[in-house]
């Protein structure tokens, strides 16, 4: 899949590397972690498929609480700044991280950007910080970014069947969410078989449906938002 995670190749050296590569990453996301506490704001790392909604539901998020939580949000992608562009026409600090190629954030880069997004607060306070990863269900489970909550999405057209078929990223994430539910009509996907599924893998699962077009569901991904700042 990518340069540097080693997740196409096989034998115990990789698995070595890998093993101090992840070492190293966790080490530098304690350090992300009280970086960002000391922001005064919590986390949340948001991961998918590419095209789940993540930006659509973070651009409705940042609609509804600006005038109540100040929100920063960095944004991780492999090119292009499109997912800032859209982000900042919402009015808060955001900064984008392209990987240039590789799959997934790191503490390493995710540290760069909170530098560069701290730059941009004027009192260096933050409530909530969303940091959006490249959209793949994979290698982003494996990296811990020094976010405080994971968020996993599956959108209603990708089909019910992703959780057993990319399990780490719902074991590691406290929060799943279905999104596109207004597309529920149009497919053949049974949201309660895909928490099933989701909560046999992880029974602390939290799990939520909504749709960030029309803002059925938003409510609730809002209040559990402001339950994390309290
Ligand atoms: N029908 C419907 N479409 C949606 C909804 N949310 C997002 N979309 C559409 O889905 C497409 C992808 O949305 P994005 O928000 O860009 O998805 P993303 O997960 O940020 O994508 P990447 O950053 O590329 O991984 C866009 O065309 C959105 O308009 C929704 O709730 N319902
Ligand atoms: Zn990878
Ligand atoms: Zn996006």
Redesign the pocket.
Known sequence: MCDDCGCAAPGPKVVEVNQSLLAANDALAAKNRTHIEALGAVAINMI?S???????LLEKTIERLKGELRIGVIEG?IETER?ADRIRAKGVPVVQLTTGGACHLDAALTHRGLHALEDQLVDKKLDLLFI?NV?NLVCPATFDLGEHQRVVLVSVPEGPDKPAKYPKAFVSSQLFII??T??LPYFDFSPAAAAKEALQLNPRLAVMEL???TGEGLDGWLDYLRSLCR
């Open positions: 998918s590419p095209g789940s909604g993540k930006t659509t992608d997912d959006e959209g999104s596109k207004d597309l749709s960030a077009a």
